[in-house]
């Protein structure tokens, strides 16, 4: 399979959108861009597993590399391992869901869902690329269509959340193209390729310096503490359709890179700063839940859970045993596809009762049952019930950190498991004080949800589902990637 | 061996039930839904009696020793080599009574809420969330290895906390759902991280290995638990006691017992089932579970577990005597009870004639789930008939709800440990058991059972026997006519329950359920339990004395106690000291700081870095003046300044 | 009478270059400060011309840069009295303290 299509596909579609006369068409068209998006991810994961089953144990798969800028070693070098692959799938989920929960967007469509899909795009370049420099390239193509997104169409203090966005998002980047400078000027070779500096063996004193620069540029995505300030007021603003991109894929894409480049690439620095990584990041799942806890916006306690979430991959990446890895990974697409469904339900709810504010609401459950039930699904997920999603990966996550017999790793995955009780807390509060309790007053008209929405929420809870139930597949797929990242730390310098 | 196919069919017929229901049920199954699941779990019902004449009469037994069984096994999540969380069934004595007992009361509270909750708007929801309860318990009962049992485990939590928040419209109906699944969930994190400990040290996840390595001295595992310490105590009974932790949450011991009389805002079918019989026991059977490692390899542990259920149990059955909700006062005689199960397990020894603690445990469950879902059945036809949970508003009701009142009596013999009925001869067991090992706790277990006997009686004389009601004095007898006791589905389950209640006790139970699987020969001894049964009379003479007739004596007496009156009434305030320590500390001095800190702190060194460059920019922008002149002056400037560095200082 | 030397030339040059530097700072009026860039052009015309005579007579290479900076300087003149003529109709004045429109 030729990967490129990952990012023809959704090219093409933008530009299809771009020609379509009327909204409705433009609908249309971004929703068969988005099926076919998801089409081709089941078509990768099928392939991919085949050849794996086949007993090819490369580790990245269906290769491309086309000349790209030969003078300084940049080529258009793409591939696959099992991480990516996940990644791709989450990618494609809330894609489709986002384009069917933006069904009623009047203003300005076709560009709302050309910046969609090219944001899209960006994603899907970003998980396949084995050059740091178009890695990069995609990571920024991801980052400025949320600046529109927010701007535009957002809601609320929609400037200053967009521009807090993309000044943070942007110092991110910057640190990480420091960070890639530093190791392409590393070795004797220049290289961006990212397999060709993993056989490089890149210097310790270059990784003490770049590790933290790429670690830190990435955090800024996965809302690393402290650098998580854009997460809620980011997610509050946007559009439904923005916040799922941006808590559903945008997040990701720091946690992936954090992964790939920064601790695949350099283990030494890695292993040198993990215990900073794992007290940050057990700051941010506390603090995020007991942040949560006082807030009284439904979309600011999403947001902050996300950070408390996050914090779980960053927990994982931090521990450096296979399983937390796998574990993190797994936290990454479960969360991405449980946050887009709760910012979806969010949106659905907002649009019918024009407020956010927990307070103001109450019974819904009665008026709304699909709604309803759907809220109490994602907040169970949230919560990590088993069966669904959020369980699996969280423990995952616990079982790996606890292979370290000492005391310091202990008592952080302990604080980390104190925070599953935290999470009960305010999700309990959030579903039970607008799904339950007696109906408010004038809230005995509102209609259920609509055709695209129930789609949109039922493709996510399919994910979460299916991830709950049957988590062997998905451990089976990233296990072997994060192995990969194992031999490579456990080389003696 | 068993066949595997049919076994994994007890839990996954409800499972069938919730799915079906919960999906479908709105629109295709309103009314005939609750036919649906009861004979789903009818099928589950019989398929468990056969498993269980399968097991015990069958293939159980290999050379006089029960076994244990593993018909199914698959892999749900590899961790690594030999971690994984397997999906299996163990088939064991504990487990294939627990098969029984669970099927067998939810039969009857299915049926019973065909009844009971006829006309529900939500009435497919309903039985959807019992499926899915049966579901969880049978999977928790029958799991193989440990992680399986926390994901089972959390799953009756959600299940009960949908099952108490199923009016969801009434506000405290909320509160209590969301209290019971809190106060839970803080256990289980303590389970879990007893998992982990327990898990890391021996290597595995499943069961049966995990207890072989954890019981034998000279396995790695057991070295590197038993070495090492952590404060003191070694990394084996940490991670024992956790998940012992893990098991008074869900079966609301002191001091995490209280979300249980909260939890009766559920419908009382719901209470009978999972606040009686089945769910609230799973901390019981949990350690059951692991009694192997309790019982050899860290006797501290398992004396914690003693304690912790001697005190449980008086405290509650002090509590009971001055409630006047009648599911309240039910429900701390739940949480007595599942602390006399508790002790009995503490104080028991692993093998032979020691293990009678464990016997007796695992009977008193048992006959419990007979007399103690039985007694909310029977409460729940009382509330249908008077709408009401006050005992003020009852009284004299052994004319109108017969069946029901002989029924209660039943139960309230069997709870008060009356020979012959069924508490009789679990209770006696119990009590044998602590004489030989503990006294401290078998007083403790002497006095909790006259005190049973009492608020038992006091419940069943204000209820049936005393002044008739106000309620009824205008004009409940016509109201009563045409409602009756509730049919013959509501008065089905009471029968079968109170012969189970009354009969259950002649089964010869460590026949076939022992801590090491032998059988073990229990004696009567007549002597013994003349001391119990007198106090147990005492208790229900007294009650009787109180409150057959309506007089002032309870009034009078419990202004003579008024401070321990007062203290017990309001639940030793254990709750208020809960509700100080979650409003007060955790959400003032770490939620509201949290907050604060993220908006002012972190937020604002963001804020500030933006408003710092805003600043800088606005002292130097006054250079961009516009003025041609002065743009041409540092020009000027510039030129010579460059001029005299290359002259100067360049060469 | 006597020969002027280079230092002649350039002392000249110097005093052209400065005057206009001074024309420059110190008028308000665009035509004029378009005449004090004329002076310093011519300064250093007259600068390449005396170089090219006194230093390397043989070459052409400064008369060729003279001609070229005229001819640019003409066409700059133009350009400029253009501006100068918009910003006049647009500003009604061709004071450089009222252009101050193009700053932060």
Known sequence: ????????????????????????????????????????????????????????????????????????????????????????????????????????????????????????????????????????????????????????????????????????????????????????????????????????????????????????????????????????????????????????????????????????????????????????????????????????????????????????????????????????????????????????????????????????????????????????????????????????????????????????????????CLSIVVTAVYILRAITKTAMGPLKEGFELLTDATWNEKLAALILIAGIIAIGIAPFWLNDLIAPGAEVIMQKLAIPK | MPNATYIALIPLLPLAGFLMLGIFGRKYFKNTSGVIGAALLLISTVLALYTAYGYFFEYGKVDGVYQKLVPLK??????????????????????????????????????????????DERFPTYYAFLGLFTFSMLGLVVSSNIFQIYIFWELVGVSSFLLIGYYYDKPSAVAACKKAFIVTRFADVGFLIGILILAFHSGTLDFNTLITTLTSPETEGYKSAAAASFMGVSALTWGLALVFVGGAGKSAMFPLHIWLPDAMEGPTPVSALIHAATMVVAGVFLVARLFPVFAISSPNALTMVGYVGAISALIAAIIACTQTDIKRVLAYSTMSQIGYMMFALGVSKYGGEEGLGYTASMFHLFTHAMFKALLFLGAGAVIHYIHSNEMKDMGGLRKYLPVTHITFLIACLAIAG?????????????????????????????????????????????????????????????????????????????????????????????????????????????????????????????????????????????????????????????????????????????????????????????????????????????????????????????????????????? | MMQPGLYHLLFISTALFFIGVYGFFTRRNLVTMLMSVELILNSVNLNFIAFNKYLWYDKMDGLFFTIFIIAIAAAEAAVAIAIIINLYRSHQSIDVENTEDLRY
């Open chain 1, 1 to 416: 399979m030729n990967l490129s299509l990952l990012i023809l596909i959704p090219l093409l579609t933008a530009a299809a959108v771009l020609l379509m006369r009327n909204a409705a068409q433009v609908r249309w068209v971004s929703l068969l861009g988005a099926s076919a998006q998801l089409v081709l991810a089941f078509v990768l994961l099928f392939l991919f597993n085949q050849q794996r089953a086949a007993g090819n144990t490369a580790q990245m798969l269906f290769e491309t590399q086309y000349n790209w800028f030969p003078s300084w070693n940049i080529s258009f070098h793409l591939g696959v391992d099992g991480i990516s692959v996940a990644m791709i799938l989450l990618t494609a989920f809330v894609v489709i869901a986002g384009v069917l929960v933006s069904w009623n967007v009047t203003k300005m469509t076709k560009e709302f869902y050309f910046l969609l899909i090219l944001l899209s795009m960006g994603a899907y370049g970003f998980f396949i690329s084995l050059d740091l420099f178009i890695l990069f390239f995609f990571l920024e193509i991801a980052v400025i269509p949320k600046y529109l997104l927010i701007g535009i169409w957002g809601s609320g203090k929609k400037e200053y959340a967009a521009n807090k966005l993309a000044l943070m998002l942007m110092g991110g980047s910057a640190l990480v193209l420091v960070g890639l400078l530093g190791i392409y000027f590393s070795g004797k070779e220049h290289s961006f390729d990212l397999m060709k500096l993993a056989a490089l063996n890149i210097p310790l004193q270059i990784q003490m310096i770049c590790f933290p620069l790429l670690f830190a540029g990435f955090g800024v995505f996965t809302a690393l503490f402290p650098l998580h300030t854009w997460v809620p007021d980011g997610h509050s603003s946007a559009p439904t359709a923005g916040s799922m991109f941006l808590a559903g894929i945008s997040m990701k894409l720091g946690g992936y890179g954090c992964l790939r480049v920064a601790t695949f690439l350099m283990p030494e620095g890695a292993k040198e700063y993990a215990n900073i990584i794992i007290i940050l990041s057990v700051i941010a799942i506390l603090y995020g839940a007991f942040a949560t806890m006082m807030q009284k916006d439904l979309k600011y306690i999403n947001a902050y859970s996300s950070v408390s979430h996050c914090g779980f991959v960053l927990l994982g990446i931090g521990m450096l045993t296979k399983t937390s890895m796998t574990g993190a990974v797994m936290q990454m697409v479960s969360h991405g596809l449980m946050t887009a469904l709760f910012f979806a339900v969010i949106g659905m709810i907002y649009e019918r009762t024009h407020t956010r504010q927990v307070s103001e609401m109450g019974g819904l459950l009665k008026r709304m049952p699909f709604i309803g039930t759907v809220l109490f699904i994602v907040g169970l997920c949230s919560l990590g019930l088993p069966g669904l999603s959020g369980f699996v990966a969280e423990m995952t996550v616990f079982m790996g950190s606890w292979q370290h017999p000492d005391t310091f790793r202990r008592i952080a995955t302990i604080l980390a």
């Open chain 2, 74 to 119: 698959y892999t749900w999540l590899q961790f690594s080599e030999n971690v994984s969380i397997d999906m299996g069934i163990i088939i064991d004595p504990v487990s294939v009574m627990m098969l029984v007992v669970v099927t067998f009361v939810s039969l009857m509270v299915h049926i019973y809420s065909l009844g009971y909750m006829k006309g």
């Open chain 2, 418 to 651: 009356v020979p012959p009925f069924a508490g009789f001869f679990s209770k006696e067991e119990i009590l044998l058991a602590a004489y030989e090992h503990n006294t401290a706790i078998y007083w403790i277990a002497l006095i909790t059972s006259g005190l049973t006997a009492f608020y038992m009686f006091r419940l069943y004389f204000n209820i049936f026997w005393n002044a008739p009601s106000p309620l009824e004095r205008a004009g409940g007898e016509v109201h009563g006519e045409h409602h009756g006791e509730g049919g013959f589905v509501m008065m089905m389950p009471l029968v079968l329950l109170a012969v189970g209640a009354a009969g259950a006790g002649f089964i010869p139970f460590g026949h076939f359920i022992s801590s090491d699987g032998k059988q073990l020969n229990t004696e009567f001894h007549l002597q013994f339990s003349i001391a119990p049964v007198a106090l147990g009379l005492a208790g229900i003479f007294i009650a009787m004395w109180m409150y057959k007739k309506q007089n002032n004596r309870p009034d009078k007496i419990a202004a003579s106690l008024s401070s321990l009156y007062k203290a017990a009434y309001h639940k030793f305030y254990i709750d208020e000291i809960y509700t100080f320590i979650t409003q007060k500390i955790i959400f003032n001095l770490i939620g509201r700081p949290a907050a604060w800190f993220d908006k002012n702190v972190v937020d604002g060194m963001i804020n500030a870095t933006g408003n710092g460059t805003k600043d800088i920019s606005e002292s130097i922008k006054g250079l961009q003046s516009g003025k041609v002149q002065s743009y041409a002056i540092y020009f000027l400037a510039g030129v010579i300044g460059l001029a005299l560095l290359f002259i100067y200082w360049w060469t």
